[in-house]
């Protein structure tokens, strides 16, 4: 299904939102020959240990569905509000050589409420520029010609919208419960239809 080099660990930006989500399910479905290794990155906006919890849940039902084990998940501080290359370069040092894949989306076409922001990090074409100015390749990042509108397609096509979608979490705002507001939020509603 996506275009990964041979014989290498995948490793995973999971934040337990629902685009991260949908590519460890994806992964763990389609390429189960291979190890998938999810990375909870701590920014710092929420106590770590939430954060695996919730993290924990959504690899709980990832795992019952494909009968996969994630044999290795690791926790590792970021040193910004969001996981940076310098984050994924400490990581692999003194490490198996891996290959990095995030769930970054699309920006949606619209405007989103009264907001103007978009996630300045997705590109108009889809691309994902990083902090440094490196645009990541369509094998890095598989869904960034995508928006959330057709991720929520595909949750509805594997029949996992109601069982994995509820747990994930977009909320920049709150930590438990989605604020509704911000353009995190309006983006889901937007995709999904739905906040939860």
């Not at 009968?67 to 910004?80: C, D, I, R, S, T």
């Not at 920006?107 to 440094?132: A, F, M, T, W």
């Amino acid at each position: 299904m996506f275009n990964l080099p041979k014989n290498k660990k995948i490793y995973v930006s999971f934040s337990g939102g629902a685009d991260s989500s949908l590519l460890l399910y994806e992964l763990s479905k389609h390429h189960n020959d291979r190890k998938v290794v999810p990375l909870i990155f701590d920014t710092g906006q929420e106590p770590a240990y939430r954060k695996q919890e919730k993290c924990k849940k959504i690899l709980d039902v990832i795992t019952k569905e494909n009968n996969y084990n994630f044999e290795e998940v690791h926790l590792v501080k970021a040193e910004g509000d969001s996981p940076r290359p310098v984050d994924f370069y400490k990581f692999l040092e003194n490490r198996e050589e891996g290959h990095v894949m995030l769930g970054i989306t699309k920006n949606p076409n619209i405007r989103l409420g009264d907001h103007e922001q978009i996630d300045e990090q997705r590109s108009k074409e889809g691309n994902y520029v990083c902090v440094n100015g490196d645009v990541l390749d369509l094998s890095e990042t598989p869904y960034s010609k995508l928006t959330k509108r057709d991720i929520a397609l595909k949750y509805y096509e594997y029949g996992i919208h109601n069982k994995l979608s509820p747990l994930t979490f977009s909320c920049i705002v709150n930590t438990d419960v989605h604020c509704g507001k911000c353009w995190w939020c309006q983006e889901r509603l937007w995709g999904f239809g739905r906040i939860i």
